[in-house]
């Protein structure tokens, strides 16, 4: 019989990778916590009607890469290909969004229809931050500095660079749009067959083609930077003294327009060298109209979202994972001999009684060749128990460093504590 697979680009997260996963999530954790946001938990269904409506039509997302299924009764339902949509629609059916302010992160699975390859899957992980009721540059270089934060915890300060740009209002947007259209007709020969397309649906999407001849077309077009209105010009410009003054490094990319209908104003994406064509490991920006659009009263917000396998590739393509972070227990314990593999596992019952947050393996299996057996779990630590005569327990602690302890069993659990620091 032919055995069931996986489906294609949906990844199995092995024991051998989940510590890093953790690893990264607890530090992202620290980081979002840091900055006073609190942890919002939404379906990973919705209906189909949320994304149309946010991400916009004529968008990658909508037009080709949802997971959509009709339910039992017929209801269009779909996999969340993203997080803000879904953030905004429960904040505005709790009523959390209207005149208040609010700080939200999730984190979570998404599912986009895309072709698999190294850091684009179709189920993938983002964590994702959003910010509401609050229109000023303040919160927009507050989430910069969170994400700033955070590739300075994880090491990965020098890997990463910002770029940024201003979308403006939507007046002014659509003004330029005018402007772009105008020029690109004029040039509509030059352009891929994308970028002719996109030309009539989304014509700013043009800008972020990649091709060579549309690249050209495009040195010489209208830039956005030049139709900004004075609110967004002015906001730009702080956001921008902001982080200098915090120190963060950008570059202003007056091409960068970000693939989704619903932003305005501020966007920004971090990128990397390091992983190929798959760069941008972090994207957000302003969306002051979403919420609106949504059904609710206009409210300010502006959010990013980042991708965690791209993430966890960085660390490991750069080596940053701690070999801390890999261990998944401090102390393998054994029997020496037969007969005493209960007492085992009430020593261990007790070890971890006795020292908080004291991660016990007890092996439970065939006793021969203990001694090698117990080295190549690649414990920290290992205790081999036998009995004496009298009847009590004895063991040997062995620790990395080779040292060989002989222990009575009281002695052991204050040693262990002194060892992993608890
Ligand atoms: P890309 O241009 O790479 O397709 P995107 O603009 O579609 O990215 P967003 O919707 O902004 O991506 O999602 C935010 C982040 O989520 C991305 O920067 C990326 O790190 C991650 N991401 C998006 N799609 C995928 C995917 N299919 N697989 C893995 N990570 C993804
Ligand atoms: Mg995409």
Redesign the pocket.
């Known amino acids: 019989m032919t055995k069931i697979k996986a489906i294609r680009g949906m990844n199995d997260i092995l024991p051998d990778q989940t510590p890093v996963w953790q690893y990264l999530e607890a530090t992202i954790k620290r980081v979002v916590s840091a900055y006073g946001y609190s942890e919002i938990r939404m379906p990973i269904v919705e209906q189909t009607d949320l994304f149309k409506r946010s991400i916009g039509e004529v968008t990658d997302i909508v037009e080709k890469e949802m997971y959509t299924f009709d339910d039992r009764n017929g209801e269009s339902l779909t996999l969340r290909p ?1 997080g803000t949509a879904c953030c905004v629609r429960a904040g505005e059916e709790h009523g959390l969004l209207y005149n208040q302010t609010q700080r939200f992160w999730y984190q979570g699975p998404m599912f ?1 229809y ?1 072709k698999p390859q190294k ?3 179709r189920q ?1 992980h ?1 964590v994702g931050v959003e910010a509401f009721g609050m229109a000023g540059p303040d919160v927009d270089a507050e989430l910069i500095l969170l994400t700033a934060a955070l590739w300075r915890e994880l090491g990965m300060s020098d890997a990463v660079t910002l770029q940024l740009n201003s979308l403006g209002s939507n007046q002014a947007r659509a003004e330029y749009r005018d402007a772009l259209v105008a020029y690109l007709k004029e040039h509509f020969d030059q352009l891929d067959e994308d970028s002719q397309r996109r030309l009539e649906s989304n014509p700013l999407r043009v800008l972020d083609s990649k091709n060579e001849a549309t690249r050209v077309v495009l040195e010489k077009a209208p830039i956005l930077t030049d139709y900004l209105d004075e609110e967004s010009a002015n906001d730009f410009r702080q956001l921008c003294e902001m982080l200098d003054a915090a120190g963060v490094h950008y570059e202003v990319n007056p091409y960068l327009v ?3 209908d619903y932003y305005c104003k501020t966007v920004f994406e971090w990128v990397t060298e390091e992983l190929g064509a ?1 760069g ?4 957000g920006g302003r969306y002051d109209g979403l919420v609106q659009q949504l059904g609710g009263k206009p409210t300010t917000a502006v959010g990013f ?3 965690i ?2 993430l966890i590739l960085l660390l490991e393509t750069l080596g940053l994972v701690p070999e801390s972070a890999r261990q998944t227990f401090d102390l393998y314990l054994a029997a020496e001999h037969k007969g005493i593999q209960s007492d085992v596992v009430l020593l261990a019952e007790q070890l971890r009684a006795a020292v908080p947050g004291l991660r016990v393996r007890v092996h439970c299996a065939g006793l021969k060749n203990i001694a090698t057996k117990a080295r190549q779990t690649g414990a920290q630590a290992i205790v081999l128990v036998k009995k004496t005569e009298d009847g009590g327990l004895k063991g040997s602690l062995w620790c990395h460093d080779e040292t060989e302890y002989d222990l009575q069993p009281e002695p052991l659990a204050e040693r262990l504590r002194m060892l992993f620091d608890n």
């Not at 941008?280 to 994207?283: E, H, L, N």
């Open positions: 993203e986009r895309e850091g684009r899957y993938f983002q970000r693939g989704l798959q941008t490991v972090c994207a979202a980042m991708g396998e791209r």
